[in-house]
Every structure is written in structure tokens, then in C-alpha cells.
């Protein structure tokens, strides 16, 4: 099992920063787990965000985010981080952290592939 508790949402203005955080809990959680970032707007999917794959080292992100965001991790705080610079409306949703310990690189988007999630964190971006 794993728990997941994100934080750091917050309403911010275009063109700003923010950081959000998750700090995972539970037996399941390793250095080899993969962890990555969705996030849901009203009315939308689940979308991918950002993830880095157990094996690849990698982070691999959506091209919406590319150059945007980095998502990195430090397994000693057993926390996941997504950073986020030049934040624009659409960027606007609930963001959900996600891990998961047998996920393969071509599922790395989507979201069934992950076996645990968080709570989400709202980031709003509006002027």
C-alpha cells in the first residue's frame, strides 16, 4: 500500500510559479517506483501531466507542459515535485500525484496503468 498527500496549490497569476508537492507513505513506495502528475479540469478528462519511469530515469512530460514543468523526486523525503513555471489559465485544474510499480514505458500516460493516487491540489491561474 501507499499513501499520497500532495500539496502546494494555490490561485496564482498568469505567468508565475508554483510548486507542488507529494509525499508518499507506505511499504509500496521504493526508490523504483514510477511517479507521475495528472490533472483534471472541470468538465475534462484526466490528463497526463509529467512522469518519471522506474526504469528510463527519465522524465517524460506533455507537450502542453514541455519546457514548463520538471518533475522531480527525492527518494531520502520520499517526496515527488512538480515545478511549474510560466503558468497560464489553461493550466487551471486539480493536480493529482500517482505512483505506481509495474507500469511500462509505453503506459506511462495513462492513468490506469497507476495503482495509487492522492487527494489532488487545486491550482487556479487567473488574472
Known amino acids: 500500500q501507499v499513501q499520497l498527500v500532495e500539496s502546494g496549490g494555490a490561485m496564482v497569476q498568469p505567468g508565475d510559479s508554483l510548486r507542488l508537492s507529494c509525499v508518499a507513505s507506505g511499504s509500496a513506495f521504493s526508490t523504483s517506483t514510477t511517479v507521475g502528475w495528472f490533472r483534471q479540469a472541470p468538465g475534462k478528462e484526466r490528463e497526463f501531466v509529467a512522469a518519471?519511469?522506474?526504469?528510463?530515469?527519465?522524465?517524460h512530460a506533455a507537450d502542453s507542459v514541455k519546457g514548463r514543468y520538471t518533475l522531480s523526486r527525492d527518494n531520502n523525503k520520499r517526496t515527488v515535485y512538480l515545478q511549474m513555471n510560466s503558468l497560464k489559465p489553461e493550466d487551471s485544474a486539480v493536480y493529482y500525484c500517482?505512483?505506481?510499480?509495474?507500469?511500462?514505458?509505453?503506459?506511462?500516460?495513462?492513468?490506469?496503468?497507476?495503482?495509487?493516487w492522492g487527494q489532488g491540489t487545486q491550482v487556479t491561474v487567473s488574472s
Open positions: 500517482a505512483v505506481g510499480n509495474r507500469i511500462i514505458l509505453s503506459s506511462l500516460s495513462a492513468a490506469s496503468a497507476y495503482d495509487y
Open positions: 518519471l519511469h522506474r526504469s528510463s530515469g527519465t522524465t
